[in-house]
């Protein structure tokens, strides 16, 4: 099955190598895997979704935890959390279909962020379903090119991740 | 700077290979009060510092340059890493404005060695440094011990700034679990008094640990049989009579068959390794497992695992010491002898007949009571004597087990012998893994480091041929080493000094020779070529499947 991760890490430099590195060497798959600076600069935060089982979850934690420069792990796959991803999609359009296509978008509650004569670039962020029905939608157009941001995830209500562990907010949140 | 934290962290002997990246940290050597020895390949530096520091405990030290002297380290890393043993290895790399140009003799060593390493650093400023020193020296030898790896710029050696040693580290992500947990070490203390038919399974967790006293103490007090990996030897004492010697693909019959029936197995500081368990759903089938562990990512790994224990095998074993009850296990005993009588390691030595292996790590053995420091490179010798040297002290040997690395064993016992400059070391060769780094013995000439090489020369390499003669009808394939050299000529070409033997008579004679030389000496034992180690589990088999002599 699929878990998402949320790792906390210095942001130093070859982080980013040792935790792909770690994920290759040891056969464990990377479905998606976004980074970015948290509130603190000296720590970025990871998500990262897994395609393992129970046991190879184990260990991929296990073995990222030794990691000298991974601070804190927690596994949000049965939390409640709000997870988000986005995707920029570009669909051949043309004067006779673009109508159409800003339909699709608009009941998606995308956005067109660029128009040429023979294509469009809609922009959409939601949760797999979501994407998966747009790219699916959209597909009967042909789709020329899409990038994503790797899924993003973060526990619903006041809740924080806290040394590794799921906390009621207090503070000095990350 | 550099050589300032080596003096705070009280190093006093170096590895290394000077080169233009490394100029400025040798020429601040020049005048350092630390010792320095130049072997004759960085590969030879990485595991002369490996055998320093599995026979004296503290963290090795090895310097080498940019580019090909950083990437002759890597299989001297990689089989630290393997075994867990405590390295700082500091390498020089271009200048900082020159990396990533492909300068001359620039590697990524930090790259290559990522997977390699417990944790490594490229320095990228001068202030940084003196933490970094102090954070590598701690990582390498805290928690699973590992090596640790500082690539460090030409330009920063050459600059000039204050140097202040932190007196603490502080490193946010990394906590070692020291001691474990109560409930879990009830839990063991339980099993323990209830099991009928207990196993000890000791591996090198033990030794790095220092914890050989409490696993005494352990067995005896609960009348527990203890075997133990390769990398456990020294653990245990061989002769001891709860001893059963090795276990797994050449360890001993009785060892196998009682881990396949007991009813217990408490593995400590070991991590069922496939060289140990064989196929591993059907290792142990019938204990209850109990891990104890300093690494939380070995428990439950490779095997279910019943009471996993995090902790420092030392402070683990103490807690459970304090609860363990005495117990007797007569029966259980007693059906270990009949194992031990109805397949014992025998080798039949004729005083006119060729010499058997056996028979001169035996008497080796024997020569020196038991009390040497050991090293061997890999192959047959190195499973021969694991099985008739009986190791009778904490640290007395020093293998290649993880990687099983060939060319190991000479240099790490260069590195044994400066750590324990009083002792006899052998190093226990096959004559093909001796080549890999013989010429070390420019080294220990050099220095005098009068280690004892026995090379038990088959005249092939043995273990390969021993697989080609099970599993491939005898189809010998690039394994035939007869065209020599001659190691009694090459000693002396060094100006070390060589000895033969070739007749059972000769074995003690020239061992005792070499004991009383006070330099470097080759032995070269001519042996029977075509000799097998038995038992032997073949490859994905259950360990009680053993072949046990060359008529199965
Ligand atoms: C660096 C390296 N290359 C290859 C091997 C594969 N290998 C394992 S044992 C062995 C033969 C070793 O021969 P020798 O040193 O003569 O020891 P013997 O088995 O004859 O005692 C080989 C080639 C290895 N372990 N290490
Ligand atoms: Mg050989």
Same mark, same amino acid.
């Given at each position: 099955?699929?878990?998402?991760?949320?790792?906390?890490?210095?942001?130093?430099?070859?982080?980013?190598?040792?935790?792909?590195?770690?994920?290759?060497?040891?056969?464990?798959?990377?479905?998606?895997?976004?980074?970015?600076?948290?509130?603190?600069?000296?720590?970025?935060?990871?998500?990262?979704?897994?395609?393992?089982?129970?046991?190879?979850?184990?260990?991929?934690?296990?073995?990222?935890?030794?990691?000298?420069?991974?601070?804190?792990?927690?596994?949000?796959?049965?939390?409640?959390?709000?997870?988000?991803?986005?995707?920029?999609?570009?669909?051949?359009?043309?004067?006779?279909?673009?109508?159409?296509?800003?339909?699709?978008?608009?009941?998606?509650?995308?956005?067109?962020?660029?128009?040429?004569?023979?294509?469009?670039?809609?922009?959409?962020?939601?949760?797999?379903?979501?994407?998966?029905?747009?790219?699916?939608?959209?597909?009967?157009?042909?789709?020329?090119?899409?990038?994503?941001?790797?899924?993003?995830?973060?526990?619903?209500?006041?809740?924080?991740?806290?040394?590794?562990?799921?906390?009621?907010?207090?503070?000095?949140?990350? | 700077?550099?050589?300032?934290?080596?003096?705070?962290?009280?190093?006093?002997?170096? &590895?290394?290979?000077?080169?233009?990246?490394?100029?400025?940290?040798?020429?601040?050597?020049?005048?350092?009060?630390?010792?320095?020895?130049?072997?004759?390949?960085?590969?030879?530096?990485?595991?002369?510092?490996?055998?320093?520091?599995?026979?004296?405990?503290?963290?090795?030290?090895?310097?080498?340059?940019?580019?090909?002297?950083?990437?002759?380290?890597?299989?001297?890393?990689?089989?630290?890493?393997?075994?867990?043993?405590?390295?700082?290895?500091?390498?020089?790399?271009?200048?900082?404005?020159?990396?990533?140009?492909?300068?001359?003799?620039?590697?990524?060593?930090?790259?290559?060695?990522?997977?390699?390493?417990?944790?490594?650093?490229?320095?990228?400023?001068?202030?940084?440094?003196?933490?970094?020193?102090?954070?590598?020296?701690?990582?390498?030898?805290?928690?699973?011990?590992?090596?640790?790896?500082?690539?460090?710029?030409?330009?920063?050696?050459?600059?000039?700034?204050?140097?202040?040693?932190?007196?603490?580290?502080?490193?946010?992500?990394?906590?070692?679990?020291?001691?474990?947990?109560?409930?879990?070490?009830?839990?063991?203390?339980?099993?323990?008094?209830?099991?009928?038919?207990?196993?000890?399974?000791?591996?090198?967790?033990?030794?790095?640990?220092?914890?050989?006293?409490?696993?005494?103490?352990?067995?005896?007090?609960?009348?527990?049989?203890?075997?133990?990996?390769?990398?456990?030897?020294?653990?245990?004492?061989?002769?001891? *009579?709860?001893?059963?010697?090795?276990?797994?693909?050449?360890?001993?019959?009785?060892?196998?068959?009682?881990?396949?029936?007991?009813?217990?197995? /408490?593995?400590?500081?070991?991590?069922?390794?496939?060289?140990?368990?064989?196929?591993?759903?059907?290792?142990?089938?019938?204990?209850?497992?109990?891990?104890?562990?300093?690494?939380?990512?070995?428990?439950?790994?490779?095997?279910?695992?019943?009471? *996993?224990?995090?902790?420092?095998?030392?402070?683990?074993?103490?807690?459970?010491?304090?609860?363990?009850?005495?117990?007797?296990?007569?029966?259980?005993?007693?059906?270990?002898?009949?194992?031990?009588?109805?397949? *014992?390691?025998?080798?039949?030595?004729?005083?006119?007949?060729?010499?058997?292996?056996?028979?001169?790590?035996?008497?080796?053995?024997?020569?020196?009571?038991?009390?040497?420091?050991?090293?061997?490179?890999?192959?047959?010798?190195?499973?021969?004597?694991?099985?008739?040297?009986?190791?009778?002290?904490?640290?007395?040997?020093?293998?290649?087990?993880?990687?099983?690395?060939?060319?190991?064993?000479?240099?790490?016992?260069?590195?044994?012998?400066?750590?324990?400059?009083?002792?006899?070391? &052998?190093?226990?060769?096959?004559?093909?893994?001796?080549?890999?780094?013989?010429?070390?013995?420019?080294?220990?000439?050099?220095?005098?480091?009068?280690?004892?090489?026995?090379?038990?020369?088959?005249?092939?390499?043995?273990?390969?041929?021993?697989?080609?003669?099970? &599993?491939?009808?005898?189809?010998?394939?690039?394994?035939?080493?007869?065209?020599?050299?001659?190691?009694?000529?090459?000693?002396?070409?060094?100006?070390?000094?060589?000895?033969?033997?070739?007749?059972?008579?000769?074995?003690?004679?020239?061992?005792?020779?070499?004991?009383? /030389?006070?330099?470097?000496?080759?032995?070269?034992?001519?042996?029977?070529? +075509?000799?097998?180690?038995?038992?032997?589990?073949?490859?994905?088999?259950?360990?009680?499947?053993?072949?046990?002599?060359? +008529?199965?």
């Amino acid at each position: 099955m699929k878990y998402v991760l949320a790792v906390l890490v210095e942001n130093k430099p070859g982080v980013l190598v040792r935790v792909a590195g770690l994920f290759a060497r040891r056969g464990f798959n990377i479905e998606s895997l976004a980074v970015g600076k948290t509130v603190d600069p000296a720590i970025s935060r990871m998500t990262i979704e897994v395609e393992a089982d129970e046991k190879t979850l184990e260990q991929v934690v296990k073995q990222l935890n030794k990691l000298i420069n991974i601070l804190r792990i927690s596994n949000l796959t049965h939390e409640p959390s709000v997870n988000r991803e986005l995707v920029m999609i570009k669909v051949k359009a043309n004067a006779t279909n673009r109508a159409e296509i800003q339909q699709i978008v608009e009941t998606f509650r995308a956005k067109i962020v660029d128009v040429s004569l023979h294509s469009v670039i809609i922009e959409i962020t939601g949760n797999e379903e979501k994407l998966e029905a747009i790219l699916l939608l959209l597909s009967h157009y042909g789709i020329l090119e899409t990038v994503r941001t790797g899924k993003i995830a973060l526990l619903r209500g006041s809740k924080v991740i806290k040394n590794g562990e799921v906390k009621e907010n207090d503070k000095d949140v990350l | 700077m550099v050589i300032e934290a080596l003096k705070k962290e009280n190093v006093d002997v170096i &590895f290394g290979y000077p080169g233009g990246a490394v100029l400025n940290l040798y020429d601040q050597l020049y005048d350092a009060d630390i010792r320095h020895i130049m072997t004759r390949h960085e590969q030879a530096a990485v595991h002369a510092a490996d055998g320093y520091a599995r026979a004296t405990g503290r963290p090795g030290v090895v310097f080498a340059t940019s580019g090909p002297g950083a990437t002759n380290l890597v299989t001297g890393i990689a089989t630290a890493y393997m075994d867990s043993v405590p390295l700082v290895l500091i390498t020089g790399q271009v200048s900082s404005p020159l990396i990533g140009t492909d300068a001359f003799q620039e590697a990524d060593i930090f790259g290559i060695t990522l997977p390699i390493t417990k944790h490594n650093y490229l320095v990228t400023e001068l202030a940084d440094l003196p933490r970094i020193m102090k954070e590598a020296f701690y990582l390498a030898a805290s928690g699973r011990c590992g090596p640790v790896l500082i690539d460090l710029p030409k330009d920063i050696q050459q600059a000039e700034g204050e140097f202040r040693y932190p007196k603490t580290v502080q490193i946010p992500g990394y906590n070692p679990t020291y001691d474990g947990h109560l409930g879990q070490i009830n839990r063991a203390i339980k099993a323990l008094a209830r099991a009928k038919k207990p196993v000890l399974y000791a591996g090198g967790g033990v030794v790095s640990s220092g914890a050989h006293e409490l696993l005494l103490e352990l067995a005896e007090r609960t009348e527990t049989p203890v075997t133990t990996t390769l990398m456990g030897l020294s653990a245990f004492p061989g002769c001891h *009579p709860l001893s059963l010697g090795m276990l797994g693909m050449h360890g001993t019959y009785w060892a196998n068959i009682a881990v396949n029936e007991a009813d217990l197995l /408490i593995a400590i500081g070991a991590r069922f390794d496939d060289r140990v368990t064989g196929k591993i759903n059907r290792f142990a089938q019938g204990a209850k497992i109990v891990h104890i562990d300093i690494d939380p990512a070995e428990i439950g790994k490779n095997i279910r695992v019943d009471v *996993p224990i995090v902790g420092d095998v030392k402070r683990v074993l103490t807690e459970l010491l304090k609860k363990t009850e005495a117990k007797q296990h007569p029966e259980w005993l007693a059906r270990i002898e009949e194992l031990k009588n109805c397949a *014992p390691l025998v080798y039949c030595q004729e005083p006119e007949g060729e010499l058997l292996p056996q028979f001169v790590i035996e008497s080796i053995y024997r020569e020196t009571k038991g009390e040497a420091v050991i090293t061997t490179e890999v192959g047959q010798h190195q499973m021969w004597t694991a099985q008739y040297y009986k190791f009778k002290n904490l640290r007395s040997l020093a293998s290649s087990g993880g990687l099983g690395t060939m060319g190991y064993g000479f240099p790490a016992s260069l590195g044994a012998q400066l750590g324990r400059p009083e002792e006899i070391v &052998f190093c226990i060769a096959g004559d093909g893994s001796f080549q890999m780094n013989s010429q070390e013995l420019a080294t220990a000439v050099n220095y005098n480091i009068p280690v004892k090489v026995a090379i038990i020369n088959n005249q092939y390499l043995g273990m390969v041929r021993q697989w080609q003669q099970i &599993f491939f009808r005898r189809r010998y394939s690039s394994v035939a080493l007869e065209k020599g050299p001659d190691f009694v000529k090459l000693a002396e070409a060094y100006g070390a000094v060589g000895l033969r033997a070739e007749k059972a008579a000769e074995v003690a004679v020239v061992i005792r020779q070499a004991m009383a /030389i006070p330099g470097p000496v080759v032995l070269d034992f001519r042996v029977r070529a +075509e000799e097998n180690v038995f038992p032997m589990v073949p490859p994905n088999c259950p360990t009680c499947e053993m072949i046990r002599g060359d +008529e199965e």
